[in-house]
C-alpha cells in the first residue's frame, strides 16, 4: 500500500492549511479557527480533537470533513493494534470521499486510491525488522508532531540501511514542515542519490523551494518527478499546478491520428479516417496509409522478432517510432512540401530526437509505457528536454 500519510504532505496538507475554504456559517466560529492553526502548528493530536467536534457541529463542511480524514490518518501511524490502525485508515478514507462529495475543491482522488477500502494493512518498509521498527517510531513520532524523534527514528533506520529511500525522503519532509527548508533540499537531494527513478524527492523538493519563492527552481524539480514516473498522477498533478502558479499552460504538441491499427485474435483491423482520401495524390494520406501497414506488420511478425522474450503482443514504442518513421520515409521520398499539420510536428520532434520522448510521454497506453523504464535508463537527457522544449512551451507553438 502506498504510503498515503507521506502523501498527504507536503502538497496537499500543505495546500489545505494556505486555503481552508470556508462556509458561511462555520466561517466565525472561534473553535474552527482554532482547529487549522494548532493544524498548521503541526499540533495534530489537539487539532485532531477539535476537528471531531467541528465534523458533529458542520457535517457539510467540506474543509472540516477532509482535514478530519487526513488527521486520523495521521493518528493510524500511532496507533497501538494492527486492527485500530486498518480502521483509522478505512475512516479517513470514507471521510476524505465524503470531502468530495461535498466540493472539496483540491485533488484527494489519488489519495483515496491510495487506500484501499478496507483501511489495508500496515505497511512494511523493510524486510529487516529493526529497520521496520525504526520507521514505524518515526512514523509514529511525526503523527504526533514530535519532529525531533521522528528525525532520529528515521536517523537510525537510514543508519542500519543506508539505500532506504523512505528514510532520507521523510526525513526532508520533517524539515520541509518543520520550515528548515534548506536542510530539507539537502535530504531530499539524498533521497535521490538513493534512487533517482522515483518521483516523489523531486516533487517534495519543488514544493518545498516554492516556499521559499524559488518557483522556477521548483519547476525544474517537478519536471524531473515527471519524467521519472509520467504516468503517475500525483507527479503529474505536481507540474500541473506549477505552471497553473505561473499562469503557463502546459501542453503535448497536438498531433492527430487519421489512421489506427487494432489486433483482434489472428488477425489485424485498420481503420482509416475517410477525410485522408479527398485530396487526389495527397501525400499526407499515402504517408498515413504507410503508416498504418507498418504496424500492422508489428502485430503480426515483426513484434516477435523485435521482442523474442514476449510470448503477446503489445503495442511497443519500437512499433510506434517505426510507424511513423516509414511515414516520414515516405514523405521525403515524394519530396512532400506541404504534409498535413500533424506529420510536421511529426517531422520536427523526429528531427529534434525527441520522436520516442513524444510517443512515452504524450502518446501512451499499457503496452507503450511498459517500455518507458528501458529508455528512461539512457535516455534522460531527451525525457528532460522534450518536456522544456514542447511541454512548458504549451506544445511547442
Not at 109 to 117: D, Q
Not at 149 to 163: G, N
Not at 232 to 250: D, P, Y
Not at 279 to 301: H, V
Amino acid at each position: 500500500m502506498p504510503n498515503l500519510y507521506k502523501l498527504l504532505k507536503p502538497g496537499i496538507l500543505v495546500l489545505l492549511l494556505l486555503a481552508p475554504f470556508e462556509t458561511t456559517r462555520a466561517q466565525d466560529d472561534p473553535d474552527r479557527r482554532r482547529a487549522f492553526q494548532l493544524l498548521k502548528d503541526a499540533k495534530y493530536p489537539e487539532s485532531l480533537a477539535l476537528f471531531e467536534k467541528l465534523a458533529v457541529t458542520y457535517p457539510q463542511d467540506a474543509a472540516v470533513i477532509e482535514n478530519l480524514g487526513v488527521l486520523v490518518f495521521h493518528q493510524a501511524a500511532y496507533l497501538p493494534t494492527a486492527t485500530e490502525r486498518k480502521q483509522a485508515r478505512k475512516r479517513a478514507r470514507d471521510l476524505l470521499m465524503k470531502a468530495v462529495q461535498l466540493g472539496s475543491p483540491n485533488p484527494l482522488n489519488a489519495l483515496i486510491e491510495g487506500i484501499p477500502a478496507d483501511g489495508g494493512d500496515d505497511q512494511n518498509f523493510s524486510p529487516r525488522k529493526e529497520v521496520d521498527d525504526a520507521m514505524r517510531e518515526g512514523e509514529a513520532a511525526f503523527g504526533k508532531g514530535e519532529f525531533p524523534k521522528a528525525v532520529e527514528m528515521y536517523q537510525r533506520a537510514l543508519l542500519l540501511d543506508p539505500k532506504l529511500y523512505e528514510a532520507a525522503l521523510f526525513i526532508g519532509d520533517v524539515y520541509y514542515k518543520s520550515a528548515e527548508q534548506i536542510k530539507a533540499g539537502e535530504w531530499f537531494a539524498r533521497a535521490i542519490q538513493i534512487n533517482p527513478d522515483r518521483e516523489t524527492a523531486y516533487r517534495y523538493w519543488g514544493d518545498s523551494l516554492i516556499t521559499q519563492g524559488k518557483v522556477t527552481e521548483a519547476g525544474d524539480k517537478f519536471v524531473e518527478a515527471y519524467i521519472a514516473e509520467p504516468y503517475s498522477r500525483l507527479a503529474r498533478a505536481g507540474i500541473i499546478k506549477w505552471g497553473e502558479r505561473l499562469n503557463t499552460r502546459l501542453a503535448h504538441p497536438r498531433v492527430e491520428f487519421p489512421a489506427s491499427v487494432n489486433k483482434k485474435g489472428e488477425g489485424t483491423n485498420i481503420t482509416l479516417d475517410p477525410k485522408m482520401f479527398e485530396k487526389d495524390n495527397d501525400p499526407s494520406s499515402a504517408a498515413w496509409l504507410i503508416y498504418s501497414l507498418t504496424r500492422a506488420s508489428w502485430s503480426t511478425t515483426e513484434f516477435a522478432k523485435q521482442y523474442p522474450n514476449e510470448k503477446a503482443y503489445r503495442h511497443s514504442l519500437k512499433e510506434e517510432a517505426a510507424s511513423i518513421r516509414a511515414a516520414l520515409k515516405l514523405l521525403d521520398e515524394k519530396k512532400a512540401t506541404n504534409p498535413d499539420r500533424s506529420l510536421q510536428i511529426l517531422k520536427k520532434l523526429d528531427k529534434d530526437g525527441l520522436l520516442e520522448a513524444f510517443i512515452l510521454l504524450a502518446m501512451p497506453d499499457a503496452g507503450i509505457a511498459a517500455d518507458f523504464a528501458d529508455y528512461r535508463k539512457t535516455n534522460v537527457a531527451e525525457l528532460r528536454r522534450y518536456v522544456k522544449q514542447y511541454v512548458l512551451t504549451g506544445g511547442g507553438q
